[in-house]
């Protein structure tokens, strides 16, 4: 008889009677009645008590006391407590059970701050909210979203997800730039604020957490406001989710284009046929459910000693280690603990369209971003945020597309484009001042920075505003620059700005779009000691016949041109023949062949000797020359090429340098104007380029830059590649990189000029004697450099006059004057004086 006896075990439920709280107990006896009908042979029975914990902590700390304390007809209290509270209730009511060592059992407080592991009688039977935090970035990364606003209610279940929520962004590199808190008791108007609040932050992405009678309203003052608009990406938590079927239509329309995400439940037969018990249930008890609870509505007692006098169970140990090893798969999915949390199943991504919401993928904590679920298949290690795994989407206002997760901030200003103001190497970025103090900018970077701008997928509005003092000077350099974009002056910088690592501390920098070095600048010298020979050590036997070949070919085709015109290449056949020859051997062999060499080898000769070294003023290069052991009292500043010219002409021992240090764009842009006199010297030393500082509040090379995490620095990264792989950049490096002063037709012009002139030294005007009247030459020198000149056809170039020569008569022959003087007179005359002046 004792073995066929029914043992009762009295749990107390604790619900907010509310349409939840009525919802969960009519579900909770639903299962009891189910379960003991197909396991009739248990002979223990849990015997329901439930209390309304009346919607606080107070009351339901009462309603758990009542619980424990309190003795029904069986004489007995409850051995365990299912409650559905929320988290801010849950504290002390695990307090309470933990002190009367009843297992306390949760399925509604899903707060992250609530620890089975600092409460061994607490059982989370329901998801921790941060659960879905990686499925909530994995989607934020599939769409390259780089920042992240969080909305959430202003309470515990919705500050509780932060920590959690930002940490898992940070580690991928989403910022999280402001935190919107509404509270659950806000008005209509305190929202609306809020929401206009968000709308004149950049950002355009919001991971709404709170719950649905909150969303509710939220999502609704949202459509109204015009903030469900393609512009826009919005994420809902569990919270609002598991709750769509319950909320208004008139709500579930201002909300299509949201994703969310949910708990995977699978649809199985045994789910609907719940559903339909579950309504049948609800109409037949519904009336008795309002009518009759059985808590009383009054506190046990306000005595603080009453809080100590209630027992401790003496089962209540063996009970919760029943508890926390249970499994079971249920309508739900797998039920499973590990140290009193529920572990999460795969979430559901899914898409609000028309009246509902609709699956478009799945997110798994080993496979990220899935399409479907295939539980048969082994599974992979391959984690994936790729948006390929998802279905088609729609997005706010039925756009089909994404939204790029950021805009222009709403107070319809223009990105600020700050421009440095040069006064030499302005062929990277120049800046014209006009009459009204307005300017133009133009130059290299500048055209680089429009080309990227037009090349991003969306419209970039933006303005140059030049970084200088009210007497159009620079106004800091390049780091105060820098510096002001970090402080927010300034929205973007456009110019020769250079990636190094002390401004990447406050700034972002995109790819840069120069290449990278540090170079030295030396003058040149003739290496005539080995000019004599140097022609025969790179041939060959081939290249000897080959050339041997050329030049015979080469003094055949002289002869031609020269034959009816010049009287050296006139007379008896074979002297015809030998002079053919012997040009061919006079050019091979006693051609003039120079050998150019730097004057300075490397930068450790230079700090040796303590040589003057030039750098740019202003430039980061003063502190990498200091770097690189030079003395501060050796390092002199320059401001334009013309300067480093005179400096590098001057020479260290004339007060001026005997070499230059600079990037290597600066670098090719000063060559490219005195390529004869300069050269490159020694190692290029290791940097990053130049690049676009830009911001929207976010190893040396020009580059882009942004604040740091600022959602534009990707986006001009990527244009950057686009534009640097177009011919278009080839058209702007052509376009800036030479003298601007020195175009097309001027080059033409110049080169006929040459083409026209007459070389006074070569053979052909060997007999005649020329003279010339010019405030730098005369026929001495002429004579001079014409008797040690090579008597050859081929010789042909321009004279080197030479200074402080007294003038000479003009030449009386009409023709050469003509000749002479349209050309070669005012080439001399140019050279004379460029040496005198250097």
Not at 162 to 179: C, H, M, W
Not at 549 to 567: D, P
Request: include cysteine; proline fraction near 6%; hydrophobic fraction near 40%.
């Amino acid at each position: 008889m004792a073995g066929a006896q029914i043992i009762p075990v009295r749990v107390g439920v604790v619900l907010d009677m509310d349409g939840h709280g009525e919802m969960a107990l009519t579900c909770i006896s639903m299962a009891l009645k189910d379960f003991y009908a197909t396991h009739d042979h248990y002979k223990t029975r849990l015997v329901l008590a439930n209390r309304d914990s009346k919607g606080d902590v107070v009351g339901a700390a009462a309603a758990v006391l009542s619980s424990i304390t309190c003795s029904d007809n069986l004489n007995s209290g409850q051995h365990s407590l299912l409650k559905s509270t929320f988290s801010e209730q849950a504290n002390f009511l695990i307090a309470l059970g933990h002190k009367a060592q009843v297992p306390i059992i949760t399925f509604s407080a899903t707060s992250p701050s609530l620890s089975s592991l600092r409460n061994p009688y607490f059982i989370r039977a329901t998801l921790n909210d941060s659960s879905q935090v990686d499925a909530i970035v994995a989607i934020t990364q599939a769409f390259g979203w780089r920042e992240v606003v969080p909305i959430y209610e202003d309470n515990e279940f919705g500050e509780r997800i932060l920590p959690f929520l930002t940490d898992a962004l940070e580690l991928v590199n989403i910022r999280v730039p402001y935190r919107s808190a509404i509270s659950p008791l806000a008005t209509d108007d305190q929202i609306v604020a809020e929401l206009y609040k968000l709308m004149t932050k950049q950002t355009r992405v919001f991971v709404v957490h709170t719950l649905s009678p909150l969303a509710s309203r939220l999502f609704t003052k949202a459509k109204q406001l015009g903030m469900m608009s393609r512009e826009y990406a919005w994420i809902i938590t569990n919270g609002v989710t598991n709750e769509l079927s319950s909320m208004d239509r008139f709500v579930i329309e201002s909300m299509v284009g949201v994703i969310g995400v949910k708990p995977y439940v699978p649809k199985t037969k045994e789910l609907d046929e719940l559903a339909s018990q579950y309504r049948k249930m609800v109409q037949k008890n519904k009336k008795a459910i309002i009518r009759n609870p059985t808590y009383r509505g009054t506190n046990i007692s306000r005595n603080a000693t009453d809080l100590e006098a209630f027992g401790v169970s003496e089962t209540g140990p063996k009970l919760i280690q029943a508890l926390s090893t249970t499994t079971f798969k249920g309508l739900a999915g797998d039920f499973e603990l590990v140290n009193g949390q529920l572990q999460a199943p795969p979430f559901q991504i899914v898409n609000m369209f028309g009246p509902g919401d609709r699956g478009i993928g799945y997110w798994t904590k080993k496979n990220g971003i899935v399409r479907e679920l295939n539980f048969t298949s082994a599974d992979t290690n391959t984690y994936s945020t790729s948006k390929s795994n998802l279905g088609s989407i729609i997005w706010p206002d039925n756009a089909s597309f994404p939204p790029k997760g950021w805009v222009i901030p709403t107070n319809g200003k223009k990105l600020r484009v700050a421009v440095p103001v040069k006064h030499g190497f302005d062929e990277f970025v120049r800046v014209i001042w006009k009459s009204d103090n307005s300017t133009n900018v133009e130059g290299y970077c500048i055209d680089i920075f429009d080309a990227v701008m037009a090349a991003l997928p969306y419209h970039v509005p933006y303005e140059y505003v030049p970084f200088a003092t009210l007497d159009h000077n620079m106004a800091g350099d390049y780091n105060a620059l820098a510096y002001q974009v970090h402080l927010g002056e300034y929205d973007a910088v456009a110019g020769d700005v250079t990636i190094i690592a002390n401004r990447s501390q406050y700034v972002d920098f995109t790819l840069p779009y120069t290449e990278s070095g540090i170079s030295m600048v030396v003058p040149i010298q003739d290496d005539k000691r080995k000019n004599t020979w140097l022609f025969v050590k790179p041939l060959t036997w081939e290249l000897w016949l080959t050339s041997f070949c050329s030049f015979v070919f080469l003094g055949v085709l002289i002869w031609i041109l020269e034959h009816r015109i010049n009287e050296d290449f006139r007379g008896p056949f074979w002297y015809q023949v030998g002079m053919i020859f012997s040009f061919a051997f006079s050019t091979m062999v006693f051609a003039h062949i120079q050998k150019l060499q730097p004057k300075v080898r490397d930068a450790n000769q230079l700090i040796k000797n303590k040589d003057y070294v030039g750098y740019m003023n202003g430039s980061f290069v003063f502190g990498f020359l200091k770097n690189m052991g030079f003395e501060e009292s050796q390092l002199k500043a320059y401001d334009s090429p013309e300067q480093l010219d005179e400096f590098l002409s001057k020479g260290s021992k004339n007060f001026g340098v005997a070499a230059a240090f600079h990037e290597t764009p600066y670098i090719k842009l000063f060559l490219g104007k005195y390529c004869s006199k300069y050269t490159t010297a020694g190692p290029t030393y290791k940097a990053d380029g130049f690049g676009l500082y830009v911001t929207l509040l976010p190893p040396p090379s020009f580059a882009s830059v942004f604040p740091l995490g600022s959602p534009l620095a990707p986006d001009v990264s990527r244009a950057i590649l686009n534009v640097t792989e177009d011919p278009k950049m080839v058209r702007i490096d052509s376009q800036w990189r030479p003298d601007p002063e020195f175009t097309m037709w001027s080059k033409i012009a110049e080169l006929l000029q040459k083409f026209d002139n007459k070389d006074l030294r070569s053979h052909t005007f060997k007999k005649h004697k020329l003279s010339e009247r010019d405030d730098g030459c005369c026929c001495d020198c002429m004579q001079s450099n014409h008797e040690n000149y090579q008597q050859s056809p081929s010789s042909f170039s321009l004279a080197s006059p030479r200074t402080n020569c007294p003038p000479s008569p003009i030449p009386s022959s009409p023709s050469e004057h003509n000749i002479d003087f349209q050309g070669d007179r005012r080439s001399s005359s140019r050279e004379c004086n460029d040496k005198t002046t250097r």
